[in-house]
């Protein structure tokens, strides 16, 4: 079975830093584009970062300069690394991934359970 596992997520106060990790596991042999989508509560979940099998990288705004994204192709790992933290970044943060190639075929618009953020001010 092939799922998506955050971990990483914790309180800590404005300023500070927290690294994400995503973990595909399963019997995979490519991954395509991963992600980070963030969802704060009553708001929409609003897409945080991604990056590409090479290492092409995006950023919302909101967090550009502060976020980096990247990711270990070997060990099918996506980490986010949140510096210069705001109460604003408090969210739930999902990790997803747009097309796994495994065993049974390909599959689309995988998502992790998702990891709790909490910055106070």
């Known amino acids: 079975q092939v799922q998506l596992v955050e971990s990483g997520g914790g309180l800590v106060e404005a300023g500070g830093a927290l690294e994400l990790s995503c973990v595909a596991s399963?019997?995979?042999?490519?991954?395509?584009?991963m992600g980070w989508y963030r969802q704060a509560p009553g708001k929409q979940r609003e897409l945080v970062a991604t990056?590409?099998?090479?290492?092409?990288?995006m950023y919302a705004d909101s967090v550009k300069g502060r976020f980096t994204i990247s990711r270990d192709n070997g060990k099918k790992t996506a980490f986010l690394q949140m510096n210069s933290l705001k109460p604003e970044d408090t969210a739930v943060y999902y990790c997803?991934?747009?097309?796994?190639?495994?065993?049974?075929?390909?599959?689309?618009?995988?998502w992790g359970q998702g990891t709790q953020v909490t910055v106070s001010s």
């Open positions: 990056i590409t099998s090479g290492g092409s990288t």
């Open positions: 997803t991934v747009d097309r796994l190639t495994t065993n049974r075929g390909p599959l689309f618009d995988i």
């Open positions: 399963g019997i995979i042999f490519t991954i395509g584009v």
